[in-house]
């Protein structure tokens, strides 16, 4: 009588417990009610004929995918890895049931041909300094080809490329050619305006010739505050003359 009495309690545990599912707010459930597709229920308290209705739980949260780095090949022929994040999440629960056995594993393959092809398209340059351009691309691209699943992929990142050593030799050549150019572009520019200060002082100095004698005595200060025991500087004429002093021509 007990083991019975035992068999049957067990029964109804089971069977309440196929009964009764519980769907949290993220979940939805996609019933098959003798393998035939019924309808999507959740969240909350969901109620299933037992041994009649099955449910497959379908996660509507945002899944962040890490593709690999893939070797990629890119239009001017130099063989880079590239490597990215997919963005992405599930709209359509049933799609997502029937239309695709693993879609998740399906999403990283497609992302992984994708970004290859995608990135081969580009110059090694225009992947350098423009990858909001190839993002945008690899995530409509990605989006079109998952849409029958019930996918929506709202963002892809490319992470990191890995040039080859040579390359990165190359590229740190270039960018030390490109500061010294820059270098003597400034020095250069710098020459021009010191010049063009020049020139104009000397005109001010042949309008104005006490400006030369001023500047006479102004190298005469800087040369007495240097540490010197002897200075010998030539005094012109014109100065003593400019002071009023009468200066006798030789015979």
Known sequence: MFPVFLFVLVLIIITLTNI????????RGVIFRLGRYVDVRGPGLTLLLPYIEKMVKVNLRTVVMDVPPQ?????????????????FRVINPSKAVLEVED???????ISQTTL???????????ILSHR??????????????????GIKVSSVEIKHI???????????????????????????????QSSEKLSQAS?????NPLTI???????????????????????????????????????
Do not use: C
């Open 116 to 126: 290859r092809s995608v990135a081969g398209q580009f110059e090694l340059d225009e």
């Open 213 to 251: 004698q001023l500047r006479y005595l102004q190298t005469l200060t800087e040369i007495a505050s240097e540490k010197n025991s002897t200075i010998v500087f030539p005094l012109p004429i014109e100065l003593l003359r400019a002071f009023g002093l009468k200066v006798e021509k030789e015979q």
């Open 132 to 149: 909001d351009k190839i993002n945008q691309e690899l995530q409509n691209v990605i989006d079109k080809q998952t849409d029958p699943w």
């Open 71 to 87: 070797d990629v090949i890119t239009k001017d022929n130099i063989s880079i890895k590239v490597n990215a994040v997919v963005y």
């Open 162 to 192: 890995d040039l080859p050593i040579e390359m990165q030799r190359a590229m740190a050549r270039q960018a030390e050619a490109e500061r010294e150019r820059r270098a003597k572009i400034i020095h250069a520019d710098g020459e021009l």
């Open 103 to 109: 879609y998740y594993y399906a999403t990283s393959q």
């Open 20 to 27: 009764f599912k519980i769907l949290k707010e993220y979940e």
């Open 203 to 207: 005109k001010i100095m042949a309008e």
